[in-house]
């Protein structure tokens, strides 16, 4: 389902009320998270909602969707942060609720092991947040000859290191960590969101429905139950 909105703003108000909506009829749902420009307007708005009536989100578990590799967890730009300034603490989400990858882990491989188990007993993702990368990247699966479908070390292509992340980092990252293809494409609802003129090329590649590797997120054609919400600055 695509549906081309007049804003940031509106793209936001929609996704906020579809995850809400969700939160009503499973309290325990479990949210893979996103980081990133995109999805902050929509993090925006559940923390309004959560002012409201905070005992909807007694339940609500998450699960990081990827990270930067080999810098601090402390770090300003990690996606730890920035998920726990605009989710974790104004949802009071507890780390018992929490599936997190390290982003200094001292075996990375080891790591992503570990919340691929984790994700197994906790599982399925009942809603998957998504932004979409310049270069058509879903989470840090980045465009190649192949893609991995479980939770793996991704190389950084040089467009994804110019992130504006990467841009407040005190170090940049070596590598990241991500959940792989098939942890994606296995969440009960996918919500993928898109905003701006900067991301009109690569959304005309996608909605040109053809599925490849060198666009990652082509691969969302397959999946039965996803929701585009995107602006008419990214539409074009």
């Given at each position: 389902?695509?549906?081309?909105?007049?804003?940031?703003?509106?793209?936001?108000?929609?996704?906020?009320g579809?995850?809400?909506?969700?939160?009503?009829?499973?309290?325990?749902m479990?949210?893979?998270?996103?980081?990133?420009?995109?999805?902050?307007?929509?993090?925006?708005r559940?923390?309004?909602?959560?002012?409201?009536?905070?005992?909807?989100?007694?339940?609500?578990?998450?699960?990081?969707?990827?990270?930067?590799?080999?810098?601090?967890?402390?770090?300003?730009?990690?996606?730890?942060?920035?998920?726990?300034?605009?989710?974790?603490?104004?949802?009071?989400?507890?780390?018992d609720?929490?599936?997190?990858?390290?982003?200094?882990?001292?075996?990375?491989?080891?790591?992503?092991?570990?919340?691929?188990?984790?994700?197994?007993?906790?599982?399925?993702?009942?809603?998957?947040?998504?932004?979409l990368?310049?270069?058509?990247?879903?989470g840090?699966?980045?465009p190649?000859?192949?893609?991995?479908?479980?939770?793996?070390?991704?190389?950084?292509?040089?467009?994804?290191?110019?992130?504006?992340?990467?841009?407040?980092?005190?170090?940049?990252?070596?590598?990241?960590?991500?959940?792989?293809?098939?942890?994606?494409?296995?969440?009960?609802?996918?919500?993928?969101l898109?905003?701006?003129?900067?991301?009109?090329?690569?959304?005309?590649?996608?909605?040109?429905?053809?599925?490849?590797?060198?666009?990652?997120?082509?691969?969302?054609?397959?999946?039965?139950?996803?929701?585009?919400?995107?602006?008419?600055?990214?539409?074009?």
């Amino acid at each position: 389902k695509i549906s081309v909105l007049d804003s940031y703003k509106e793209i936001s108000r929609e996704a906020a009320g579809f995850i809400t909506r969700q939160l009503e009829a499973n309290k325990a749902m479990l949210l893979c998270a996103a980081t990133g420009n995109t999805p902050s307007g929509t993090y925006e708005r559940l923390v309004e909602e959560y002012d409201k009536r905070p005992a909807l989100f007694d339940a609500m578990r998450v699960l990081k969707l990827d990270e930067w590799g080999g810098i601090p967890m402390t770090d300003p730009g990690s996606c730890e942060a920035y998920l726990q300034a605009r989710l974790l603490s104004p949802l009071r989400i507890t780390g018992d609720r929490y599936l997190s990858f390290r982003s200094d882990a001292p075996d990375p491989e080891v790591e992503c092991k570990r919340v691929q188990k984790e994700l197994e007993k906790a599982g399925p993702i009942d809603c998957c947040v998504l932004g979409l990368g310049l270069n058509g990247h879903i989470g840090l699966n980045e465009p190649a000859g192949s893609l991995q479908p479980g939770f793996h070390l991704a190389q950084l292509s040089e467009g994804t290191l110019g992130h504006s992340m990467v841009a407040a980092m005190n170090r940049r990252p070596s590598y990241g960590l991500t959940l792989g293809m098939a942890d994606i494409l296995q969440a009960r609802t996918i919500l993928l969101l898109i905003s701006g003129k900067d991301k009109r090329n690569i959304t005309g590649e996608l909605l040109s429905k053809k599925i490849t590797t060198s666009l990652p997120a082509s691969f969302l054609w397959t999946h039965p139950n996803t929701i585009c919400l995107l602006d008419k600055e990214a539409y074009g």
